[in-house]
Nanobody, 123 residues
Framework: QVQLVESGGGLVQAGGSLGLSCAASGRTFSVYTMGWFRQAPGKEREFVAAIDWTGSSTYYADSVKGRFTISRDNPKRTVYLQMNSLKPEDTAVYSC????????????????WGQGTQVTVSS
């Protein structure tokens, strides 16, 4: 079992930056693929970024590539999402997730989810 708690969301102007954190409880955090997903009002949840258990492989949605960076600190049981050059279309609830699968871009591959944190980007 893994419990996930996100933090760091908020309101930022377009072009600004925000950093999200996801703290995990549980002894086996280091074996999980970790992902970030987001869901805007009236839209389906979409993949944002993922990182494998070693931290050596990362995956990004095309819409955030070059602007967002995912990283993890296994001893601290935390995964991060640094978001730069934010756009109004990045506005959503951002959730982190943990899973065993290598199919890192698919929500169905993740077993554990946080409750999410709101990110609002004003124009």
């Amino acid at each position: 079992q893994v419990q996930l708690v996100e933090s760091g969301g908020g309101l930022v102007q377009a072009g600004g930056s925000l950093g999200l954190s996801c703290a995990a409880s549980g002894r086996t955090f280091s074996v999980y693929t970790m992902g970030w997903f987001r869901q805007a009002p009236g839209k389906e949840r979409e993949f944002v970024a993922a990182i494998d258990w070693t931290g050596s492989s990362t995956y990004y949605a095309d819409s955030v590539k070059g602007r967002f960076t995912i990283s993890r600190d296994n001893p601290k049981r935390t995964v991060y999402l640094q978001m730069n050059s934010l756009k109004p279309e990045d506005t959503a609830v951002y959730s982190c997730a943990a899973g065993y699968s290598l199919a890192a871009t698919m929500a169905a591959a993740y077993s554990y989810w946080g409750q999410g944190t709101q990110v609002t980007v004003s124009s």
